[in-house]
């Protein structure tokens, strides 16, 4: 067959050449180079670069699988904060300690002496003043003893006073009760101290109470603790650190220590758990049904309190009561606020009318008593009458050996004489006013 040039070249163009081209691409081997379409054929290289990246994710994984655990940690540390606040309670629970540390608690030997105390006799310091302020009635207290009757406080022996030179000065009130008598918490407490006082010091020697308890307040006033003891008491059912509330029984009417018949001895002491702190309890003691009761103050005009001094309330009712005493060691103190040097407690309501006599010289004034509150009264003196409080001490030496150079007779005088003068201080009332 006759096959023409241009068509023999057309044939091989579209015939021969693709169908040679085919075969030569489909040889082994043949093309690896390049195909595109043989992209899926590196599979299995691409599970090399896979095994790769999978320690990467491992890793990364790990990774915050552990941040976790510093995290955790991490919150240990805020609870262990807590424990690092609860260091505070032995600071809290310490706290007292320092206060009851200088408290020296060994009995004095030998036992102390009554010393003297001076009657209608001026204090050598000022007096302090009433807290500018104002007062609150602190009257917290509730009963502090289980019975039918009325509470009723020795009125002969109140605080501040030695009950007419048969006792020493009372840091205290005592309540009528009869042996046994059950004794109530007056108000919410903690108990930190239930024992005999025969071999340590609580009172003004040791065996003072005989047996006591203390309560320390759960509230406290103007930032002070408040502690509440009773003396003279039996049958403790409460124990150190027992936390108490208000009207719960605690232990029994007694007697022992000082006491010489059963009744319940109670004082009140702020700021620590020592004799030297006491209050008068006529102040946090509620007066019964509508009374009230009277704070006053009885000074000369330097502020100097007058000491001893009876003092009558005229009324409804009568009452009497004596300005608070002093000794050596200033056992008394007044009401933080009030910086009263008298109280007459549970008085029936109405207009009173307060009588007393100072260096011969007459005084009254008149307070409004209240149902439940305190009425306050100042009364200042004239003037201290002598110059020198002590004048019979200078006196007494310089003119004993007169007597005997000057008497003609060759008599010796008599004491009595030599120790006239003296009387020009004594007050009217017959009562000195030498210390």
């Given at each position: ?5 241009p ?15 085919m075969?030569?691409w ?30 990467p ?45 200088p ?46 009757d009325?509470?009723?406080?020795n ?27 059950p ?22 020697r ?33 124990a ?9 029984p ?7 220590g000082?006491a ?6 109670l ?15 006529a102040?946090?003691?509620p ?16 502020g100097?309190?007058w000491?001893?001094?009876?003092i ?23 009401d ?42 100042e ?13 019979p001490?200078t ?7 007169v ?33």
């Open positions: 067959m006759h096959i023409r040039r068509q023999f070249f057309a044939f091989f163009l579209l015939v021969f050449l693709p169908v040679a081209l075969m030569w489909s040889r082994p081997g043949a093309g690896a180079s390049g195909s595109p379409t043989m992209a899926a054929v590196p599979a299995a290289m691409i599970s090399e670069p896979t095994g790769t990246p999978t320690a994710p491992a890793t990364a994984t790990a990774t915050p699988s552990q941040t976790p655990s510093p995290t955790a940690t991490a919150t240990a540390l805020p609870t262990a904060t807590p424990r690092a606040t609860s260091t505070t309670r032995p600071t809290n629970t310490a706290t007292p300690l320092p206060s009851a540390t408290v020296d608690r060994t009995c004095p030997d030998p036992r102390p002496e009554k010393p003297i105390y001076n009657r209608n006799y001026l204090g050598a310091a000022p007096w302090p003043t009433p807290d500018p302020a104002g007062f609150s009635p602190h009257f917290w207290f509730g009963p502090p003893l289980r019975t039918d009325a509470i009723r406080l009125s002969s022996y109140p605080y501040g006073y030695d009950g007419g030179e048969r006792y020493l000065l009372h840091n205290g009130v005592d309540i009528a009760g009869g042996l046994g008598t004794v109530l918490a007056v108000a919410d407490g903690t108990v930190v101290v239930a024992q005999d006082d025969y071999g340590e010091l609580y009172g003004w040791c065996d003072w109470y005989g047996h006591l308890l203390v309560l320390e307040l759960d509230e406290q006033w103007q930032g002070q603790p408040v502690y509440v003891l009773y003396g003279h008491v039996l049958n403790f059912m409460v150190v650190g027992d936390h108490v509330t208000q009207g719960q605690v232990v029994e009417v007694g007697v022992g000082a010489t018949a059963p009744h319940l001895h004082e009140v002491r702020l700021g620590g758990n020592e004799f030297t702190m006491t209050r008068n309890p102040l946090w003691l007066p019964r049904g509508e009374n009230g009761v009277i704070a006053g103050r009885l000074l000369d005009p330097a100097h309190p000491q001893g001094v009876q009558t309330a005229a009324g409804p009712s009568t009452y009497v009561t004596w300005s608070y005493l002093d000794d050596p060691l200033h056992f008394i103190n007044p933080d606020r009030l910086a009263e040097n008298f109280v007459v407690g549970d008085v029936r309501p109405g207009r009173y009318r307060i009588l007393l006599t100072v260096q011969g010289v007459a005084y009254e004034a008149f307070v409004e008593v209240e149902p439940g509150r305190v009425s306050t009264v009364i200042v003196t004239a003037p201290f009458k002598t110059p020198t409080p002590r004048p001490a006196a007494t030496p310089a003119q004993t050996p007597p005997e150079a000057t008497n003609p007779a060759g008599d010796t005088a008599t004491p009595e004489a030599t120790t006239e003068p003296a009387a020009t201080a004594t007050p009217a009332d017959g009562a000195t006013a030498e210390p």
